[in-house]
């Protein structure tokens, strides 16, 4: 079963401008990742924040997590063309780290 | 340092075959997960080696079973294949006693069921 739901399901984005993808979950959690996926190959790890923050950063890319609302936004700032990909969130949940538990993720287009 | 390498990259089998994929580590990591990646779909989750043993296993059918090795690689093993088999197969890899919620991932390998 799924357990984020992304959204917007696609986005197409000029090269410059922002993007932002949103993920939403059902169950409590430890902490949640973000992941990019080019042309349907491996999974690259991007962040993660746990559950007791609420706002995490790395290089252009900016992580919020709202607990309260089981919600999370992943903000790429100043994208570029090579950002294309598809982008997944995945959760824990509390209690059983062993798994992780996966949306349906953000095609994401940065035309040139 | 070599990331996780999953083989063969693509495979194409008939219904009812059986086939066997396979999946070596992050050098430096003991744990290996498998997920199933249907198109268009996120990663379902199939199960955790750890120890050379199933630790964790999501929703799936008794078709579908791994090994672990010494050397920590695994194989997923689907037997008597379904055209609903069809997807990408993705091993990652991590360490029990280090920060095992961020997983490394192999390139994956393409499985058609014609």
């Known amino acids: 079963s799924q357990q984020g739901e992304e959204d917007p399901q696609a986005l197409s984005i000029q090269e410059g401008e922002n993007a932002t993808m949103n993920c939403s979950y059902k169950t409590s959690i430890n902490n949640l990742q973000w992941y990019r996926q080019n042309s349907g190959r491996g999974l690259v790890h991007l962040i993660l924040?746990?559950?007791n923050e609420r706002e995490k950063h790395s290089g252009r890319l900016r992580v919020t997590l709202d607990t309260s609302k089981k919600s999370s936004s992943l903000l790429i700032t100043a994208s570029r063309a090579a950002d294309t990909a598809s982008y997944f969130c995945a959760t824990d949940s509390a209690g059983n780290n062993r798994k992780l538990i996966w949306g349906l993720g953000t095609s994401l287009a940065v035309n040139p | 340092d070599a990331g996780v390498t999953q083989s063969p990259t693509h495979l194409i089998k008939t219904r009812g075959q059986q086939v066997t994929l396979r999946c070596s580590p992050k050098?430096?990591?003991?744990?290996v997960s498998w997920y199933q990646q249907a198109l268009g779909q996120g990663p379902q989750f199939i199960f955790q080696?750890?120890?050379?043993?199933?630790?964790q296993r999501g929703n799936f059918p008794d078709r579908f079973s791994g090994h672990q090795f010494p050397n920590y690689s695994s194989e997923l093993n689907v037997n008597a294949l379904l055209l609903g088999d069809s997807a990408l197969y993705l091993c990652?890899?991590?360490?029990?006693?280090?920060?095992?919620?961020?997983?490394?991932f192999g390139s994956g390998t393409q499985l058609s069921v014609l």
């Open positions: 080696y750890y120890e050379e043993e199933e630790r």
């Open positions: 050098s430096g990591h003991d744990t």
């Open positions: 990652a890899s991590s360490h029990q006693a280090g920060p095992k919620e961020k997983l490394f």
């Open positions: 924040i746990r559950s």
